[in-house]
């Protein structure tokens, strides 16, 4: 079983339009998170939930909307969307054990591309 | 502001031969430290993390790290590099909040 999946894969669409990516989490974690890597493979993370709640916003556009309908699941919506939205979204899940830092798990990410 | 710095965008070793790969941190706390690799067109995958303890850290497929406090570095090192190792290698420091912020990368290209 994946234990952190991503749908679509690929994600072809047109300039402004609306599109959603979907991350779900089979290991029982209770934080999840998105990471866009650009076309010069910079990663760098936009938003992070901690059991459906918010707990980082990396000053990403406000066309972002990332969605947690449960803690296993965090999606990630995208309106008007633009060229430069071209790029590779991670989803990736941790568990907080009362430790300083968390390991986190990636998703095998989805590659969208504005045209 | 915590940042990663990897100063090799692109490193060609022939297969067999060492390789280290370069990244340095800048952190106020403790640092939590990770090395990624990606293959074209793949997720990420951990080869190996630095939390406490030991400052050489061993990961999979033999690659190890050694993190020095003093140089505020976390290199990675493969004894013996296989054509298979070609691929895009990323460190990171664990942050506040628990993000990772990455460095921007190290392509390894192997030749034969």
């Known amino acids: 079983d994946t234990a952190v999946s991503q749908t679509p894969k690929y994600l072809v669409t047109q300039m402004g339009n609306d599109k959603s990516i979907k991350c779900e989490q089979n290991?029982?974690?209770?934080?999840m998170y998105w990471y866009k890597q650009d076309s010069k493979k910079f990663l760098k993370i936009m938003f992070s939930?901690?059991?459906?709640?918010?707990?980082i916003n990396e000053t990403v556009p406000n066309r972002f909307s990332p969605k947690s309908p449960d803690k296993a699941h965090l999606n990630l919506h995208i309106n008007s969307l633009e060229l430069g939205d071209s790029a590779v979204y991670f989803c990736?899940?941790?568990?907080?054990?009362?430790?300083?830092?968390?390991?986190?798990?990636f998703g095998p990410g989805t590659r969208l591309t504005v045209l | 502001a915590q940042s990663v710095t990897q100063p090799d965008i692109h490193i060609t070793v022939s297969e067999g031969a060492s390789l280290e790969l370069r990244c340095n941190y800048s952190?106020?706390?403790?640092?939590?430290l990770f090395w990624y690799v990606q293959s074209p067109g793949q997720g990420l995958q951990l080869l190996l993390k630095?939390?406490?303890?030991?400052?050489l850290v061993q990961g999979i497929k033999g690659f190890e790290a050694e993190f020095k406090r003093s140089q505020s570095s976390f290199n990675l090192r493969k004894p013996s590099v296989h054509w298979s190792d070609a691929a895009e290698y990323f460190c990171?420091?664990?942050?506040?909040?628990?993000?990772?912020?990455f460095g921007a990368g190290t392509i390894l290209r192997v030749k034969s």
């Open positions: 939930y901690n059991n459906k709640e918010l707990i």
């Open positions: 290991l029982g974690h209770d934080t």
């Open positions: 952190y106020g706390a403790t640092p939590y």
């Open positions: 630095y939390f406490s303890g030991d400052t």
């Open positions: 990736a899940s941790s568990q907080p054990d009362g430790s300083s830092y968390n390991e986190q798990f």
């Open positions: 990171a420091v664990g942050a506040w909040g628990n993000k990772l912020v």
